[in-house]
Structures are given as C-alpha cells and as structure tokens.
C-alpha cells in the first residue's frame, strides 16, 4: 500500500509537470484528490493493511495529500501570472488611442428641420406643431380647398377610416373624415384658431400622400410660414425670406416670386431662390437657370382668415410653405431621395452631427 501512494505520487508529479491551462489543472485536482481521485480512494483502502501499520500509513497519507494541494495551489499561481503577463504584452499599448463606443447621429433631414427652426426662430418665429393625423376640416375645408378640389382625391390623400370604427372620434353630424395631413398648412389654421394677431410661426413637420415612386415618398416633409398682423404686405414676405437665405445659406440671395394658384392664399406665388452654390450663375444644381424652386406662398386668402375668427377688415398676413427633404439633398448633394427613407447605416454615418 505505501507502495502505491509512493507510485501516485510519482505519477502525480509527472502530470504535474505537463500542466500548463488551469482546465487541465483542475482535471488533475479532480483525477487524484477529487472525490474519487486516485489518492483519495486509497484511503478508502486502509482497512486492508495490517493494523500496526495504520498509522503510519494515514500519516504519510495525510502528508501527500498537503503536498498535492500545496503543488497543485503553487502551479495554480503560475499559470495565472503567466496568463497575466501574455495579456499585459498584448493588451497594454498606451500609445494605442482608446475605443470609442460607435456613436449615432441625427439624421440629416432634423438637422435641416432644427436649422430652419433655428434661423426663423433668430427672425423672431416661434415653432408650433400639429398633430399628423388631421380632420378634413383643417386640412381642406378651412384652407378654402373646394369639395371637389382634385388633391381630396383617395389617390393623394390617405384617408383614415379605423378611428371612426373603434368609435375614437365623437359620432353625429360634426363628425368629420380623418386624413395623414397632406401638407403642414393645417398648422395655419390651429394657429389662428387659437392665438390672437400679431402671429408669427413656423411650422416643420411630417406630410403624407399616396405617392411612391423613385422620386416621391408617402411620407415626406414640409415646413409652413404664417405671418398674420395689421399691415402685413407681400414685401414683408419677400424681405422675411431673403433674411431666411442669408441666415441660412450664409449669404443673401435673390427671391423670385411666380404666379401661381392655391386656394388658401390670394394672391398666390410659387418662390425661387438664387442658386446658393452658383449663387446665380448657373449650375448643374439649378440645372444652369440660376434659381432653384423652392415652395408656394402667398397673402393669406380673407375667406380663411374668417374660417378661423380673424377680421379680414383689420388684419393680413402672409404664408409659405416648402419642402424640407429636397432642400436637404441639396445641401448635401444628395443624388436620390430614397436614400433619405432607407436607413441604411452607411448613408447616416455620413453626416456626423
Ligand atoms: N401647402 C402647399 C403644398 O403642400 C404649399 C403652400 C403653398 C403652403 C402656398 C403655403 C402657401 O402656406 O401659401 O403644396
């Protein structure tokens, strides 16, 4: 018997000298001192020697099974400085510039909404907003957009049936059709409706229409001017957007106005900006005209100044709308709209903010 613990010492020694993961340690630990490791087990046998010899037995027993442990414990620590020491080589390079968590960024369309809202708040706006699902009322009826006015058509606007089905609107004759907003004009007409003149807003937003194709999205954006007050004129309107291009652009650049039709405002205009890269030169950004379409605008018609309580009598106003999308593949040369509505990282990471 004392034999055969010299013999598992032997062998333990030799395995020992193998070891170099603490894994493969642990599997030693548990094949000679675990609970039925070789060693232990011959304690297990002592019953089989002769009595006299017990006791010397369990006292070199007891005294390989504190060896073990002790080299067991000593090999232990050196695996562990060694695997320190190979980490520290690795990983310690103070020259290295440290990780930065990947970081998001605003995407390029609110960038361009904050500025504007930034720029017309400096000229004296405020921002107001509304909601995107709007009743027909305010989107149409109010602006003086006839019942029969071919934009109420199912193929522009998303009308919204589910709200009236679950009972969210209040039934009876006032009930009215829901649409996603079409423009933020309606923005206009809860203005009105709620502040007294002098009003001066800017209203940026989401808009949506049934149109989907390489140059149109269903959900696209726009941003509404409203100025209401007495004596209110046409120039104030042209003087207000060339102090919005030099804010915004950095420079001043022309304004021109071209006659056009829309039924909230009368007379009504669609506006042109100097080309702010060419800066009227001609480019392939204004395609070499020298200006660049920007939206509609016009002087507030009386019929919806009325719609909303204001005295056509006493005060006029000016209003503007325009997109905000197209204005951001402009400043940023961006070829195609869809671009803006994929989410694909690699196109947002271009524009750190
Ligand atoms: N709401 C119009 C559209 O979506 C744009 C517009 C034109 C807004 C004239 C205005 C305006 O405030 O005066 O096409």
């Not at 409706?193 to 726009?222: E, L, N, Y």
Request: charged share 25%; proline share 8%.
């Amino acid at each position: 018997m004392p034999n055969r613990l010299d013999q598992q010492v032997e062998q333990f020694n030799a395995a020992l000298a193998q070891v170099t993961t603490a894994e493969a340690l642990y599997e030693l630990e548990v094949a000679y001192v675990g609970k039925k490791g070789s060693i232990t087990l011959l304690k297990g046998e002592m019953g089989k020697i002769p009595p006299a010899e017990r006791k010397a037995f369990g006292a070199a027993w007891n005294r390989v099974r504190d060896a073990i442990e002790a080299a067991l414990e000593q090999r232990r620590d050196f695996i562990k400085g060694e695997a320190r020491a190979r980490d520290l080589e690795r990983i310690v390079d103070l020259t290295m510039p440290p990780l930065r968590p990947p970081q998001g960024s605003l995407h390029p369309l609110t960038q361009t909404r904050r500025r504007l809202s930034e720029t017309f708040i400096r000229l004296g706006f405020d921002v107001a907003v509304g909601p995107h699902i709007e009743g027909e009322r305010f989107n149409f009826d109010d602006l003086n957009v006839p019942k029969d006015h071919p934009t109420r058509d199912m193929q522009d606007t998303f009308f919204i049936e589910a709200p009236r089905m679950h009972g969210l609107t209040p039934d009876g004759p006032a009930m009215q059709e829901l649409v996603l907003r079409t423009h933020t004009s309606p923005v206009q007409i809860r203005t009105m409706r709620t502040r007294k003149p002098p009003i001066r807003i800017v209203a940026p937003g989401a808009t949506f229409r049934c149109d989907d194709d390489a140059t149109h999205s269903p959900m696209f954006h726009q941003i509404e001017g409203l100025y209401i007050d007495e004596g209110v004129t046409l120039a104030d309107l042209k003087a207000t957007l060339m102090a919005f291009t030099e804010d915004f652009f950095g420079h001043r650049l022309e304004v021109r106005f071209r006659p056009s039709f829309f039924p909230f405002v009368e007379p009504g205009a669609e506006f042109d900006l100097g080309c702010p890269f060419c800066r009227g030169s001609g480019c392939s950004l204004c395609k070499g005209s020298g200006f660049i379409e920007i939206g509609g605008c016009g002087m507030v018609h009386p019929k919806v100044l009325s719609a909303c309580g204001i005295d056509p009598e006493i005060y006029t106003g000016w209003a503007f709308g325009f997109g905000i999308d197209r204005m951001t593949m402009m400043l940023h040369r961006i070829p195609h709209l869809r671009l803006m509505f994929e989410g694909d990282i690699r196109f947002l990471e271009q524009f750190p903010c």
